[in-house]
């Protein structure tokens, strides 16, 4: 049997003669600063109960779980931003409306607060593992703003719900006229305001489309459109210092190893310079070289 490794260190896509392809998730939690409470055989149980195309999971043993494998390709480049919208909104609505009582005893938080802050103690727990703070100062990076965020109040108002936690235009699959929602290994009982913070990350629509986005979800959902701008800008920056703080992490790591770490500290500086501003990124790179030089 030949295994391909995904971008995942836990997936793998599974070719065996005898059986096809297939994936194959390993049962572990804490994966950048995500930690699973919901059993992923739990979150495919309550797909099935909605209209979201999705694999089947095929075999779900003690250590891991194997997923079907969907033939079909990639989003092209010059996919239509009002379609991936459409596709987003549609599968928000319905994971909305699925009913989760079979999965809500397995989560510790009740409300968006609760949410927020298990996220951030998520987070932490991974940072403090790496034990780089020090380093991290040094560029301007600080443990006490990812802390900061759990004083902030959300709307409590706004139901929690099935989200994705992941939803690129990597993990969606085109097969005929067919769209295929993939990879539901960060999936949670989460807040729909952080499905919505990253998703606008991961797909940069123009600003008109972001508002017509914003004003159809608050619509459909009857939610205020004003308090769901605010908490997703919060969910915003803690994205933001996850991939910094866990970018910068593997890029030290490497420096200590006396690997090379360009190409890790370029994508990690993407996300730097959004939230801490001027430091160059040769600053940056000379910083990390002078620390472990020889």
Known sequence: MKKIQTSSPFTWIMDDLNKGRFV????????????????????????????????????????????????????PENFKKTLMLNLFCSTLFELKTVDCTSIMKYIPYRDNDGYLKDIVDNLILVLDRLNNYEILGQLGLRKEVIV????????????????????????IIMRGNDYFVIDWEL???????YEIATHMMFFEYENEQKAMMLERISQTLNLDIN?????????????????????????????????????????????YEQING?????????????????
């Open 227 to 271: 308090t769901l701008v605010r908490d997703i800008k919060v969910y915003t920056k803690f994205e933001l210092l996850r991939r910094t703080f866990l970018k910068l992490n593997r890029a030290i790591n490497l420096a200590k190893k006396g690997k090379p770490f360009d190409e890790i500290l370029i994508d990690g500086y993407r996300y």
């Open 24 to 75: 194959r998730t390993y049962k572990r939690s804490g994966l950048n600063g995500y930690k699973r409470y919901i059993p992923l055989k739990k979150v495919y149980d309550v797909l099935e109960k909605c209209n979201i195309k999705h694999p089947r999971v095929l075999r779900n043993r003690l250590t891991y779980i194997d997923i079907e494998f969907i033939e079909g390709s990639n989003l």
């Open 278 to 294: 001027p430091l160059s990124m040769e600053d940056m790179r000379n910083r990390l070289r002078d620390l472990y030089r020889g």
């Open 187 to 193: 999936a949670t009982y989460g807040d729909i305001a």
């Open 148 to 171: 900061s965020l759990k004083s902030i109040g959300l709307d409590n108002s706004r139901p929690l719900s099935l989200i994705h936690g992941d939803f690129s235009p990597g993990n």
